[in-house]
C-alpha cells in the first residue's frame, strides 16, 4: 500500500486522475493537470485535450446544456437573416437603457451570445473552465457563480455610466451602446475555480489573467467592457469561500 500525503479538501488532487501508481502521476505536470481536472471519471485522461475537460449530458448537464445553446446562437447569428440578427442583438444589449426598462430580459438574453463566435478564445475558455468548476462544486452552483459575475459586473459598469450622463458628464448616447456576451461570467468562473486550485496552479492562472486584463485596459479600445472584467473576477475570487465550502462537504465522508 503507498501512502499518499492529502492537501486541503478545496486543492485535493484526485488519485484517479491519472493512476497515482505510476512515476508521471508524481511529477509536477501531473500534479497541476490533475488538480485542474478534479474528479475525473477511471478512463478519461487522453493525449491531447484531457476528456475530463469536454462537458457532457452526465457529468456536467449545465455547461453541456449551455454550450448547446450558445452553438445554436452562434449558428444562428453567423447564417440568419442580418436585420433579424441584428435586431436581436440591440434588444439584448444590457445598456443602461435597456436595463431601466427590461432589466431581467437583457440580462439573461445577453449572454446567450458569443461575440467572436463558438471558436472565439472567450468560447472555448469557457467550456473549458465551466466544466471543471461544475465538476467541482456542481451544475446549479456554476450557474450562480456564472450569473453572479455577469450581473454584478454588467451592473457596475451601466450604473456609473447612468450616473454619469444625469450629472451631465456623459452625452445621452451613451445610454445607448451594443453589449452583450460570455465573458463577464467567464471572468467570475476563472475567479472562483483558481480558489479550488492547487498553489502551483492557482497563482501562475491567476498571474496570466491578470496579466492579460492589463493589456486590455492599457490598449483602452473599449473602456467599460475591460474594467468589467477585473471586476468580474474579483468577484469569482470573493466567492472562494462559499465553492470551498461545497467543496469540503463534498469530499467529507458521509
Known amino acids: 500500500m503507498v501512502r499518499v500525503r492529502t492537501a486541503p479538501p478545496e486543492e485535493a488532487v484526485s488519485s484517479r486522475t491519472p493512476s497515482a501508481r505510476t512515476p508521471w502521476a508524481r511529477t509536477p505536470q501531473a500534479r497541476a493537470g490533475a488538480a485542474l481536472l478534479g474528479d475525473v471519471p477511471p478512463g478519461r485522461w487522453r493525449v491531447g485535450v484531457p476528456l475530463g475537460l469536454i462537458p457532457g449530458p452526465g457529468g456536467t448537464p449545465f455547461t453541456f446544456g449551455y454550450a448547446l445553446v450558445l452553438l445554436a446562437t452562434s449558428f444562428f447569428t453567423a447564417y ?102 460570455i465573458s463577464f461570467g467567464l471572468m467570475a468562473s476563472v475567479g472562483a475555480l483558481a480558489g479550488l486550485l492547487a498553489p502551483m496552479v492557482r497563482w501562475p492562472l491567476l498571474g496570466a489573467v491578470a496579466l492579460m486584463l492589463a493589456q486590455e485596459l492599457l490598449a483602452y479600445r473599449d473602456p467599460i467592457t475591460d474594467w468589467g472584467h477585473p471586476t468580474a473576477l474579483a468577484i469569482g475570487v470573493a466567492c472562494w469561500p462559499a465553492v470551498r465550502r461545497v467543496r469540503r462537504a463534498a469530499a467529507s465522508p458521509r
Not at 440568419?80 to 441584428?86: E, F, H, S
Not at 440591440?90 to 445577453?110: E, Q
Open 80 to 181: 440568419g437573416d442580418p436585420a433579424t440578427v441584428a435586431a436581436l442583438l440591440r434588444g439584448s444589449s444590457t445598456d443602461v437603457a435597456h436595463l431601466v426598462h427590461h432589466p431581467v430580459l437583457v440580462l439573461v438574453a445577453s449572454a446567450l451570445w458569443i461575440a467572436g463566435g463558438p471558436a472565439s478564445p472567450y468560447a472555448v475558455g469557457l467550456v473549458l473552465v465551466l466544466t471543471a468548476l461544475e465538476r467541482r462544486i456542481g451544475g446549479p452552483r456554476t450557474a450562480g457563480v456564472f450569473l453572479l459575475g455577469h450581473v454584478g459586473a454588467t451592473l457596475a459598469t451601466e450604473i456609473p455610466i447612468g450616473l454619469a450622463v444625469l450629472a451631465g458628464q456623459l452625452p445621452t448616447t451613451s445610454l445607448h451602446r451594443l453589449d452583450y456576451g
